[in-house]
């Protein structure tokens, strides 16, 4: 108490030292890490969602560069059903091929789960 009293110039930065050393103590680590832990193995590859992702991709390319050439060759009227089989296809199969390819890598926020699982 004699050192509050005397002190009065600098008690603002006393009583906040004393406060940050009460607030330091009462502020204890967790107790469990909030963090979930690693996964043990690997996460299983869907096998049927692979093969149906590099098939709408391999087929959208297909239709969409037949869509391309008959532009070229004959007519727009005439592309048109081959351009939009090939961009129906095509657009769902790249996005499954990415995301399975950036899974492959091992990149942070991609996961199996972001699919539908066929398996």
Request: aromatic letters at 16%; charged letters at 15%.
């Amino acid at each position: 108490m004699r050192l509050l009293e005397i002190d009065k110039k600098n008690s603002r930065f006393l009583f906040a030292c004393i406060f940050q050393k009460s607030v330091s103590f009462m502020a204890r680590t967790p107790r469990f890490d909030p963090n979930p832990p690693p996964p043990l193995c690997k996460p299983h590859l869907p096998i049927r969602s692979l093969v149906l992702s590099i098939f709408l991709f391999t087929v959208g390319v297909i239709f969409l560069l037949i869509g391309l050439s008959v532009f070229w060759n004959t007519s727009l009227a005439e592309s048109i059903p081959f351009t939009a089989l090939g961009s129906v296809c095509f657009v769902p199969g790249v996005y499954h091929v990415y995301v399975f390819f950036k899974v492959w890598r091992g990149d942070s926020g991609h996961t199996y789960d972001m699919l539908e699982n066929y398996d």
